[in-house]
């Protein structure tokens, strides 16, 4: 077996681990779980560390389990929650878990003949039969309130800003998650529960379960909380959550959100989110530091989770309208842009919107003043023209030009140009 701790403790993965937990994954192949709560329809990189997780597990040679936590979903978990979840239903759960399987594809081999290949579970399987009185007479009793009350995740809800309390649903979200962890020990042999550092009381409640029902041994480890080095959330845009699913985040918009890594950050994230080895990420930190304009660092990172998660195709079409903006691209490279990244590319980007029949009639003067203001006046215009500093859609033009739909982005934009930083989108309706 591959050492599994000192693999992820190098890559600054590893926050809480229980004792003898590395020697018992040195033994012999052993299986872990990590647990997703279907909440979306889709994983956001927030969920990545744990992916990563489970993958270094499985390369390790030890068998990695994907709990998609339908039971759990229906309930909310606490733990680092300042309110209480929105429930949702059974079918709503079964749609998200479908789609985070495909997306777990992309990292972990569930489909081999390997003993160590992945296996997708989903909690709601065997909580869905259990009645209330027998869970209460099962599990209940084998651990006690005062053990409950003194986790963090509990302790933080009741004494809280807002100090509303949590409901009983949630206070036994743990026994719950614990009951998870029994189960899968008994059922698959899993004797190792993995989460972020947040889930340490959920997973140890787990542990002290099966000691109290089996009297068996089971283990503990998280992972460390990304935080971002200015302090700010990881895994937000301005406009949210950056997801997996490219209908949520497009993947120009996820390879944006890597290469705009702080040198600090890229150089923690290239260790966590590539699967690149030591020597190769410790000389690309040594030659970073030595160019650092260069951002091979970010360029690095990006490439490899970009097609991770989006394949190589997406890479390149995200590098191709990154290079929009610095001028090295063509007017084919603008009408291969979906409409989202067309205006994720050009964000903030003034605009005008005119009528189809106007368009069919307008020329180059009015398109760049008289209509919409994007230059003062038609001598302006001329001057510029004349300079050779006016360009559509990243070509060039005289005073001559004349529009045609052929100049349409997506069948409605035209983006106008005064050299190469000033844009103006033109919309047509």
Known sequence: MKNFIEEVSWRGMLHDVMPGTEEHLLEQMRSAYVGIDPTADSLHVGHLVSVMLLKHFQNAGHKPLALIGGATGMIGDPSGKSDERNLLDEATLRHNQESIKKQLEKFLDFNSDAPNAAELVNNYDWMKEFSFLEFIRDVGKHITVNYMMAKDSVKKRLTGEANDGMSFTE??????????FLHLYKAKNCTLQMGGSDQWGNITTGTELIRRKESGKAYALTCPLITKADGTKFGKSESGNIWLDPEKTSPYEFY??????????????IKIFTFRPKAEIEALISK??????????????????TIAVHGEEALRTAIAASNILFGKSTSDDLKALSERDFF???????????????????GILDALAGKTGFLSSNSEVRRELKAGA?????????????????HLINGKYVLLGKGKKNNYILIVE
């Open 256 to 269: 944006q959100f890597w290469l705009n890594a702080s040198d600090a950050d890229a150089e923690n994230y």
């Open 390 to 406: 006016i360009s559509v859609n990243k070509e060039k033009v005289g005073e001559e030009f004349a529009f045609s739909d052929e």
């Open 288 to 305: 970073h530091q030595e160019e650092p304009h260069l951002r091979l660092l970010q360029k690095a990172l990006t490439e490899d989770i």
């Open 344 to 362: 994720a590319v050009f964000s903030g980007v003034p605009q005008a919107t005119i009528s189809k029949e106007e368009f069919q009639s307008i």
């Open 171 to 180: 206070f036994t979200y743990q026994l719950v998650q614990g009951y998870d």
